[in-house]
């Protein structure tokens, strides 16, 4: 199903009008949903495992991503009845946003910005899009550049140690907003040859060591980070000199860590998820720019073919003319009215005609293959010798539709998607701005630990010495049992326990690379600003060289129109005359030729008065509305409207 409708529309909210119509179908929408899809929808999925329940196994699957079809969509194939495709402009465009590649590859763009986010919100930095301005004042102190994500092991001291000192305990920091869970056992046996055997009672010394930890740790935005460590350790021996043999050490460590100067509060830490939103919205501006020039040249390629077509229509029409009139000048030879010259300068004209046509004609089945480069994603099959026929009339100009350049201007600033990229990329360098102000100031972090330990295990029980010697080494006469179980009660009660609080303090002297970084920043804000005014200089420029080239179309236009028809009115007038004896063969030759040529520059004023309202839509960032192009579809390649099929019935708009 299709229908007729306006080539521009009207811009009500600037109070100008901006119409031209024309005779182009477009396609009726089919089964809308009620609810449109975001961007976000139409882009996908991000391909990503980040949930553990209750799969488990998912965070550590790679992604599955599919791969990219090169087959052309159905609908190419449904436009093709015996061997040529009927293409409107309308349906040009949908099939260019199912096949084009390049419009293809820029849809891996806002894939890469959602993906960007994920691995933002574990608090890493993001890759970058194209459109997108990366700061290099950026990454020094950066969360996860550098920053150790294991645990400090809870076995570094408490009641298994040996030399029993007290000790100040800092966990260390978790530089990831993701939670990250460890698990560490080994075992081990040694034998050590000892000096004498007065200390442990033996000269050989040989043990069996078997451990465990468990650590559970998280940083938040905030700048705040927390570790759990659980483990504990069993340790047999051979001397006889042990409380416990094997002796059963057990241990909780729970740190908190904050940052107060340095690397505090939510704007220091998560500066990366928020440039990571900010790129979806570049990416999504970046996508309509690259879109709405694809889309330009789709439609540019398009009139290139309607004026090809209509050449070759033209071409025909001078070989007719010639035909005719050679036609006329043999008999006229026969009966003797006229000399054979007049027959050999009719046979060269003809022969010049149908040299212009068959160029004309070979122009045509080039401009095809740009056509089938544009609306497929490979030429194979029947598309490698499918004839294409234009069917959309080229647009007429309407006095007084062209706005005034202000208004264009107006429009311009609103709707082309570089100023907002580089609006947005202004605001990630603000992100970048507060960052390094923030690494300016000295590290300051303060930390608390809560360490509990236990110690039991099978305890040895010591006699009472009788002689010297036992005073060294007294008898054993017995053992109490005891294991994990009295070391975790120990623990769990607190009989051991172990606190720690304090705060570490770093002061750069110089401050160099900071500063550094603070100052390119700012050279960076003060560039892009400058950049953003050249942009819109630049899009001014656009602005006014369309409107100009609007005007010019239109003027064009008309006169070549009042030169086919004062053409066209000589030639008659010619033929008339030379009928009667009163002109010459040469006369209406060159009558003919000048209505061709007249003909011929008709349509190429028509065409480059297409151009021009394409160059315009373009340079006022309205050539996807103009067209009735919807991002969301664009973005997610697949047109939400029913095809122009041939043979179907036409409704009127």
């Not at 806002?110 to 004042?137: C, E, H, L």
């Not at 057990?250 to 100067?261: A, P, Y």
């Not at 009966?335 to 212009?356: K, M, R, W």
């Not at 706005?403 to 107006?410: F, G, H, I, K, R």
Request: hydrophobic letters at 40%; proline letters at 5%.
């Amino acid at each position: 199903m299709s229908y007729k409708r306006n080539r521009l529309q009207a811009s009500a909210a600037i109070g100008a009008a901006f119409i031209c119509l024309t005779t182009v179908p477009v396609c009726v929408a089919q089964g809308q949903p009620d609810k449109p899809l975001t961007f976000q929808q139409a882009v996908g999925n991000t391909y990503t495992h980040t949930r553990w329940f209750p799969n488990l196994a998912g965070p550590y699957v790679p992604p599955r991503v599919p791969a990219f079809r090169m087959a052309n969509t159905a609908f190419l194939y449904e436009l093709i009845q015996n061997g040529v495709m009927h293409l409107s402009l309308d349906d040009a465009l949908a099939l260019a946003i199912e096949n084009n590649l390049n419009i293809a590859v820029d849809r891996y763009n806002p894939k890469y910005a959602y993906i960007d986010r994920v691995r933002a919100a574990s608090g890493q930095a993001t890759r970058g899009i194209n459109g997108m301005f990366s700061s290099n004042a950026l990454f020094s102190g950066a969360l996860g550049g550098g920053i150790s994500t294991a645990p400090t092991s809870f076995a570094s001291g408490g009641a298994g140690s040996a030399s029993g000192a007290i000790s100040v305990r800092q966990s260390s920091a978790v530089g990831s907003f993701d939670p990250v869970v460890g698990f560490a056992a080994g075992w081990g046996y040694g034998v050590l040859p000892l000096p004498n055997a007065v200390l442990n009672g033996v000269s050989l010394l040989t043990g069996n060591t078997g451990y465990y930890d468990v650590f559970f740790g998280q940083e938040f935005p905030t700048g705040t980070s927390y570790s759990i460590t659980a483990g504990g350790e069993r340790y047999s021996t051979n001397t006889t000199d042990s409380l416990f043999n094997p002796e059963v050490v057990t241990g909780l460590s729970v740190g908190i860590e904050q940052n107060i100067l340095n690397g505090f509060g939510y704007r220091a830490n998560a500066k990366f998820i928020r440039i990571a939103e900010n790129e979806i919205k570049i990416s999504k501006a970046y996508f309509n720019e690259q879109l709405q020039s694809v889309i330009g040249t789709v439609l540019n390629d398009y009139w290139a073919l309607a004026q090809d077509k209509a050449q070759v229509r033209v071409a025909q029409e001078a070989v007719d003319y010639n035909q005719e009139l050679l036609k006329e000048n043999q008999e006229q030879v026969k009966i003797g009215t006229l000399a054979p010259l007049d027959v050999i300068q009719s046979e060269s004209s003809l022969a010049t005609a149908q040299q212009n046509l068959i160029v004309a004609q070979t122009t045509y089945r080039q401009e095809e293959e740009v056509i089938k480069d544009d609306i497929a994603k490979q030429v194979s099959g029947p598309l490698v010798t499918v004839t294409i026929n234009p069917t959309t009339k080229f647009p007429q100009p309407i006095p007084g539709s062209i706005p005034t350049v202000q208004a264009a201007l107006d429009i311009a600033h609103k709707n082309r998607p570089e100023i907002d990229i580089n609006r947005l990329n202004m605001r990630y360098e603000g992100y970048v701005l507060k960052a390094n102000r923030n690494s300016l100031l000295p590290t300051l972090d303060a930390f608390a630990t809560y360490s509990p330990s236990g110690l039991a295990g099978q305890q040895v029980l010591f006699g009472t010495p009788t002689n010297l010697e036992q005073l060294e080494s007294p008898p054993i006469i017995g053992h109490l049992p005891g294991g994990v179980s009295q070391a975790l009660s120990q623990m769990f009660r607190n009989k051991y326990p172990d606190y720690s609080v304090g705060f570490t303090l770093e002061m750069p002297i110089l401050n160099r690379a900071a500063q550094a970084d603070a100052a390119r920043a700012l050279l960076e804000e003060h560039m892009l600003q400058t950049e953003n005014q050249q942009e819109v200089n630049a899009i001014d420029q656009a602005v006014r060289e369309a409107e100009i080239a609007l005007t010019q179309g239109q003027a064009r236009i008309d006169a070549a129109q009042k030169a086919v028809t004062y053409a066209r009115e000589q030639y008659v007038d010619e033929e008339k005359k030379f009928k009667v004896g009163e002109s010459t063969v040469a006369l209406v030759i060159q009558m003919q030729n000048s209505l061709t040529q007249a003909e011929g520059n008709l349509v190429t004023a028509e065409s480059g008065y297409a151009q021009a309202i394409t160059q315009f839509e373009q340079a006022t960032g309205t050539v996807l509305t103009a067209n009735h192009i919807e991002l969301t579809d664009a973005v997610s390649g697949h047109m939400n409207r029913m095809p122009n099929i041939p043979g179907a019935p036409i409704t009127q708009h």
